[in-house]
Structures are given as C-alpha cells and as structure tokens.
C-alpha cells in the first residue's frame, strides 16, 4: 500500500515542526477566541415514554362482526396483530368528562391525536411510541402541556368505516399530567375489544333487508350485500285496504348514518294520524356505508359499482318483495347532507328509476364552491387567496358573526393521522373513494391535495371534476342537450342553509344562479325549461342542522303533491267482497292495522 501522507504531502516531521511554529506564532487571546465560536451542541430532545401493552391474545380480536351479516366470523385467528395504533387525548377538565376519547374528531374543538403503524405484534407485548417519529395533530407528543385524559387503540379493522370498529382493541382512560419541559412516562394497557354491533331488533316496526349483489361481489371478489331498513305504511298488511300496491321513497342517510335510522322515523310514519302530513308510501333507508365512509351510490374503483348494483339488482328485488309500483313517476329519492348529495346525483344518473329528488344540505354541488374552495382555480386547499386558512366547520354567534371551529387543513390532518392509506372513515377519505381514481402506491384512492402543504392535485381534480353536478349540467347544456337541467328544474327539490355550518350553501347559491342561466339561455333557444315543480331554496339564517327540519316539512307537501299529480295519492276503490267474501259494510275490518304489525 502506500503511504498515507497529509492533504500538504509534507513529511511528517515537517508537518509536527510546521504546527509547532503556527502555536507560537498565535497570540494569547486566539486560543479563546477559537473556542468561543466552536459550535454548541443542541440540547439531547427530550425522549418521553409512551408505551402500549397488548394484554388480550390475538384470538380475542379475530371474533368479531362479519359486515354483511353480522354473525361470527369463521376466519382463523391469527398468531400476531398488524393494523394502525392511536393515541387519543382530551383535556381533563368537566367538558370533556361525558366523552371518550375515542370518539375523535371532535370538530367543535379538535384534539391532540397521535398515531404509529404496527406490523405482526403479538399478544403481551409492549409497542413503544416514538415522540419524534409518530404521526401527530396538535402538538407534538414531547410538547403536550396540561392534564389530559388518554386513550389507545388498536385499528386492526379493514371491512368497516373508521377506528371505532367491531374487534379494535381499545384501552382504558388514563387521566395523566404532561410537561414539555420534563421527561414523560405513560404505559397503557389494550384490555378489551370493541363490541360487535347488535342485531337490529325485530319488534322494532322495520322489516331488515340483505340482498346479494352480484355485481358488487364479483369486483371485489368476496360475498358483498345492500342492506336497507323498510317501513311499511298503515294499511300495508290489511287485505281489505283501498291500496295493495305502494309507491316507494328512497331515504339516503347523510354521513356516518346506516339503515338503522329507520328505526326513529317507522312511529311517526306508521301512525294512522299522520297520513295527512306523512306521505303513504314504503319508506326505505339505504345503507350508503363501506370501509371509506359513505359511499354516495356513486360507481367508483373503490367502492365498486354500487350505484348500478342498487339499480339494476336491489331496486327490483325491492320492488317485487314489498308490492311497489314499478314506475319512475312512484319511486321518489331523499337525502340530508351527504344522502342529499347522493340523492340528486341518483336523480340525475338514473332518471329513467328515480322520478323525484328531495336534498338537503348536499355536499358540494357545484366545485368552483367546495366549501370555501374553488377546485378548478386555487391551488391550496388548506389556504384562501388572501392566506388565511380555509375554514371547514363553523358555529353561530350572532346574526353576522361566525366562529371557525375546524379548519380544512387539520381536518384533512386527522384523517391522515388516523389512516395515511386513506381508509380513516372520515369526510375526505370519503370523497376521495367516490371520485378518486386508486393510487396504486398508496394502495387506495388518489389524493385531492399534498397532505403536508395543500397543494391541489390538477390530476385528482380532473377525475372529481365528472361527478361535479353543475359542471355537469352545464356542459351537456352547452352541446345542446338540455336533458340534465331539464330534471333539475322538474324534479329536484333543494334546501339549505344560508349559514350552513360546513358551508354548504356556496356552492347551492351558485347552482342557482346557473339555472337562472340555463333558463334564459333556454328562453333563447326557444326550447324554455319548465318552471317546477322543481326548486331551490336558500333559508335564511339557518345552519346545516336546524335546516333539516325545516326542509322535512317543505319536503313531505312536495311529496304528497308529486304522488297526487300522478295518481298515486289515493287509494283506488277496491271489490271489498270480492276480496273478502265475509266482508260485510256493517261488520268490522279485523284485517286493518289497528297498530301497525310487521310481517315479512
């Protein structure tokens, strides 16, 4: 080999003598001059310590609820546990003592949130938490200051939406002080799984429904249901009533509600005394639910083709099963919130099924008004033009005066805390599996902006932007097809909010403000659009809550109105004796719904 020498290839003794001249030569002061620049070293980070024990064994976790059926599932437990483990705080104050934790988001006042991904742990043993390198909303794990009340949870769950879970493991609530300035210790103990789901009860006046889809089924290569709860009508199960045949109302639960919403509405819509107000119809509540969140019956990669399947295979099982009229003019679809977007765009998709649409409250129908977003021109969704930050959530507090309780960047934040795959079960993750093409290396749908900065991605939003009702509308308008604006005018009824607390109500002002368009264009044309019984209403000063109830008034007389105009209102008169040859007019009806029975 050879020699090493000095970057100076002096001889060594040279370089020795050479250092030696250089130290005498410096004067006294130099040495603390160069000692007083050195750098300072940054202080150690402070390591806390977050530790969770897996104290129930794998097996314990396995038995959980099948989705479809709710019956156990047959899999064979596994010897380790894979899945998301999170912790969630709270402050330990009065406020908070009601509620869990777990049952983050809280969108009125977003809390810390902390998260890491674990692989094959088995049963016993420890997960430590790094506080530097864990997925966090809020402040970092080592800057928490306060007392707050903790607890973890094992997301091990791929078949049902969100971190809640049957089969999750899930600790107790800790109550613990944390300081920025200290070390911190923490040790939880996942103790017990989350309960699977109740069977819906049977006395509960709604017939449960679980139909097969084939369709669904063969895209995702596994037995895949529809579900939905149906309630009958007063005089459904008596032969001698004046009606056998049934128009049909469609009702779309808004986001994170099931076909167990029935249960609350089958009294009121089962009482003799409110045929006046209620219209008379079998009322079924769809479940829009899938591993994403709702699933808005929208066709997608993700979620498969359950809009076709609810057409094309649920629709006519339905229809033969409970005695509907099997016409377009009898099939009416509703929806609050997320279930009224899913509403109009069932209407417009399928307007050889569905004759009627009554929305409230529908998500973003026009996306130049994504909440506070215009999709097609910003290029931040976390950030406005004018740099402040994109409000998500708001709150009343005076007849001009709002407050921003979430913004869209921590909320989109969370989500990527609970499930940076996408599979969070909360709003985005959502729209993003109704409209997002799959993004094969996240292994889920395609993201609508950069997680870390907001940047838009032109590329989601071009796939979005054909689910965009408006745009929609519009550019078949300009073609020369006026079909779509033609049923928005006849056939949808749409309410909102002028204060609408997710802002909602932008987007619905700009949808009308295009039909005033379409309209005078259509005047023009010569061809003009009919005036009703369609419309849309903007009320003043309520929010997206206190306009439900509202819109549930203004919808059942548009009903009863829509069913009277094409006969289906009143029953047609029926042979009583020939129906039932012991029927006399003199003799009581046993047959009639007293208090209405469920039978299948």
């Known amino acids: 080999m050879p020699e090493f020498r000095t970057r100076s290839h002096l001889p060594r003794r040279a370089a020795t003598i050479a250092a030696c001249a250089l130290a005498i030569a410096l004067p006294a002061w130099a040495g603390d001059a160069f000692a007083q620049d050195a750098p300072t070293p940054p202080p150690a980070p402070k390591l806390d310590r977050f530790r969770v024990k897996i104290d129930l064994p794998p097996a314990a976790a396995a038995t959980t609820a099948s989705p479809e059926s709710g019956q156990i599932d047959s899999t064979p437990a596994p010897a380790s546990l ?61 800057s928490l200051n306060g007392t707050f009340r903790v607890q973890a949870l094992l997301d091990l769950d791929n078949t049902v939406r969100g971190h809640l879970a049957p089969g999750n493991l899930v600790s107790e609530i800790v109550s613990v002080e944390l300081a920025s300035d200290r070390v911190d210790s923490l040790d939880l103990v996942l103790s017990k799984a989350i309960a699977a789901d109740p069977a819906p009860p049977e006395d509960s006046g709604v ?9 669904l089924s063969r ?19 008596d032969l001698a009533f004046d009606r056998r045949f049934w128009p049909s109302v469609y009702v779309v639960p808004g986001f994170g509600g099931t076909r167990l919403s029935a249960i609350a509405a089958a009294p009121a819509l089962q009482e003799p005394d409110a045929r006046a107000a209620v219209p008379q119809a079998v009322w079924i509540y769809l479940d829009a639910e899938t591993i994403w969140g709702h699933h808005g019956f929208c066709d997608s990669e993700s979620n ?47 307007p050889e099924t569905f004759g009627a649409c009554f929305a409230s409250a ?61 599979r969070s079960g909360q709003q985005w993750s959502a729209w993003e599996a109704m409209w997002s093409p799959v993004d094969a290396a996240r292994a889920g749908p395609r993201r609508i902006c950069d997680p870390a900065t907001g940047a838009i991605d032109l590329e989601t939003v071009a ?19 006026d079909t779509l604006a033609r049923i928005l005018a006849e056939r949808v009824r749409l309410v909102v909010g002028s204060r609408d607390s997710y802002y909602l109500n932008e987007a619905v002002a700009r949808l009308r403000a295009r039909l005033d368009g379409w309209r005078a264009r259509a005047e023009e044309r010569g061809a003009p659009l009919p005036n009703g019984p369609g419309f849309i209403e903007i009320l003043d000063g309520l929010t997206h809550d206190t306009a439900y109830p509202v819109a549930q008034l203004r919808f059942h007389r548009a009903m009863q109105d829509h069913l009277r105009a094409h006969g289906l209102a009143s029953a047609p008169s029926v042979d009583r004796a020939r129906v039932d040859p012991a029927w006399s007019e003199s003799a009581p009806s046993p047959g009639r719904d007293a208090r209405p029975r469920v039978r299948p």
């Open 82 to 142: 894979s899945g998301r483990l999170i912790l969630f705080f709270t402050p330990d104050s009065p406020r908070w003592a009601d509620r869990a934790p777990i049952d983050a988001p809280f969108f009125e006042k977003p809390q810390p949130l902390a998260a890491i991904s674990v692989d094959r742990v088995e049963g016993g043993a420890f997960i430590e938490i790094d506080p530097i390198r864990a997925d966090a909303f809020g402040d970092p794990l080592r």
């Open 207 to 215: 017939v449960w429904v679980e139909r097969r889809s084939d369709l």
């Open 219 to 237: 895209h995702f290569g596994r037995p895949t249901v529809l579900r939905a709860g149906v309630v009958v009508p007063y005089g459904y199960h």
């Open 304 to 350: 498969g083709p359950v809009g076709r399947a609810l057409v094309e295979e649920f629709i006519p099982f339905l229809e033969e099963r409970f005695r509907l009229v099997a016409r377009t003019e009898a099939r009416l679809v509703t929806g609050h919130s997320s279930g009224g977007w899913t509403a109009m765009h069932l209407a417009l998709d399928h």
């Open 362 to 422: 529908p998500d973003p129908v026009d996306f130049t008004a994504f909440q506070k977003t215009d999709l097609y021109r910003d290029r931040s969704l976390f950030a406005m033009q004018d740099g402040r930050a994109t409000p998500s959530y708001r709150g009343i507090l005076g007849p001009e005066e709002d407050r921003v309780f979430m913004n869209v960047e921590d909320e989109y934040a969370v989500e990527q805390v609970l499930d940076p795959t996408g």
């Open 463 to 481: 796939a979005w932007s054909r689910h965009d009702i408006a745009r929609r509308i519009d550019a078949a308008f300009a073609s020369g097809d």
